[in-house]
């Protein structure tokens, strides 16, 4: 694992032509900016972690493969008022204000690359006295990697709230993946968490520059996006609805969720922390519509009558309340077995092609398929058993 001093040491050490002199690092703004990423996130919370390291995290390329990344803002000074963040300028507990320059932020992220510690960038930030300034500073560090250094590593770089077009489609040309968190499920739930930001022209019209201009550069892992979940009071029902709108009308690739955690000075101190259930059931509620391909209004069925998920599995839920028969697996469709608890992508296609040379004959051979028998097994019919009763199923 890297220290944060070993982080520092190696920038100071390193010497590029281009660069000049060794770049002199602060560990403590290594740390201040590494820590301020906090609520930005690349991955599903439980994806790997390097545990109590600011400014490395692992994340997905578009490939699929896991990388490191330097995870870091290029300044935690930000004119906005976000009341659940430790950098807004509402946050009673100042934190002194660090900021790199492009070339300090090459010189460290060079250091760490050539050292084999990461194999890229995570650059977010907050948006200065200018997003604007800001956003050509990011821009810039990413072109020198590029352009001067060669870098082939992965970069992801956050598109500040009403950053110039201009800018965002630099950004397009040197990254792999860029986004811009939607922290809200809706403009009222926006107006609650930060006054400062305008959702349809600050951040919805900017996916949509994103969008639009997908067509022009090369961005292998597409947008991202984020919501603070449990901020804004906001329902798991609005999010779904607002994640659908993004998948659909915005094309993002993935949405992250990130439950609210209160933070000391902030305006929302004193709010309740959301449970970390809650942000995992959002994620098992996404993967149903991007990979099971469920449809949104089978999905809706996992929701309460005031829009929440339980602390339980949603597509158990889902089968209880549509599912009015077994499923025999000997002749089901591929999308008939993905909609039985306990069966996924890999078994269901198993199950399709050994039943293309053998009929399946028990549970057993289900289980070293890779079905989760005791979850299936209630919506099974093989070879006319089955182990419940559909009344047993919704008691």
């Known amino acids: 694992m890297v220290t944060l001093e070993k982080m520092a040491h190696l920038a100071q050490e390193s010497r590029f032509d281009s660069l000049g002199p060794a770049v002199s690092i602060d560990p403590e703004k290594l740390g201040a900016l590494g820590e301020g990423t906090r609520h930005d ?4 919370t439980f994806s790997p972690q390097s545990p109590a390291l600011p400014g490395i995290c692992h994340a997905f390329a578009h490939d699929g493969r896991c990388v490191s990344l330097f ?15 430790t950098n807004a300028t509402n946050c009673s507990r100042k934190t002194r204000a660090f900021s790199y320059t492009p070339e300090e932020l090459v010189g460290i992220t060079l250091s760490l690359y050539r050292s084999n510690y990461i194999e890229g960038l995570f650059l977010s930030s907050g948006s200065g006295r200018n997003e604007d300034c800001i956003m050509e500073k990011m821009v810039e560090t990413a072109r020198i990697l590029r352009e001067k250094h060669d870098f082939n590593g992965y970069i992801h770089l956050k598109v500040l709230p009403g950053a110039d077009r201009s800018h965002i489609q630099e950004a397009m040309e040197l990254a792999d993946r860029v986004s811009i968190n939607l922290e809200a499920a809706s403009a009222s739930h926006m107006n609650e968490i930060c006054a400062t930001k305008n959702y349809e022209s600050d951040i919805l019209q900017r ?4 969008r639009d201009l997908m067509s022009k550069a090369n961005l292998p892992a597409g947008q991202t996006t984020q919501l603070v979940v449990g901020a804004g009071k906001e329902s798991d029902e609005e999010i779904f609805r607002r994640v659908l709108y993004e998948y659909q009308e915005i094309g993002v690739r993935r949405a992250y969720y990130s439950a609210f955690s209160p933070q000391k000075g902030t305006p929302f101190a004193n709010r309740e922390p959301q449970p970390m259930w809650r942000e995992h059931r959002l994620y098992q509620m996404d993967w149903l519509y991007r990979i099971y391909r469920f449809h949104p ?7 309460d009558e005031n829009g929440f998920l339980q602390n339980s599995d949603p597509k158990m839920a889902i ?9 025999d697996p000997n002749i089901a469709s591929y999308q008939e077995l993905l909609r039985v608890p306990g069966i996924g992508p890999r078994s269901a296609q198993r199950i399709v092609a050994l039943r293309q040379r053998q009929p399946i004959a028990g549970k057993a051979e289900l289980a070293s398929l890779g079905v989760r028998i005791k979850r299936a097994a209630p919506f099974l019919k093989i070879n006319g058993w089955r182990d419940a009763t559909l009344e047993m199923w919704s008691a």
């Open 207 to 210: 996916q949509r520059y994103i």
């Open 319 to 327: 089968a209880r309340e549509l599912m009015d028969s077994p499923v």
């Open 71 to 85: 995870k870091t803002l290029y300044t935690n000074y930000c004119g906005h008022q976000c009341n659940y963040c």
């Open 297 to 303: 209004q089978e999905i809706e069925h996992a929701f």
């Open 41 to 44: 996130v690349c991955a599903s």
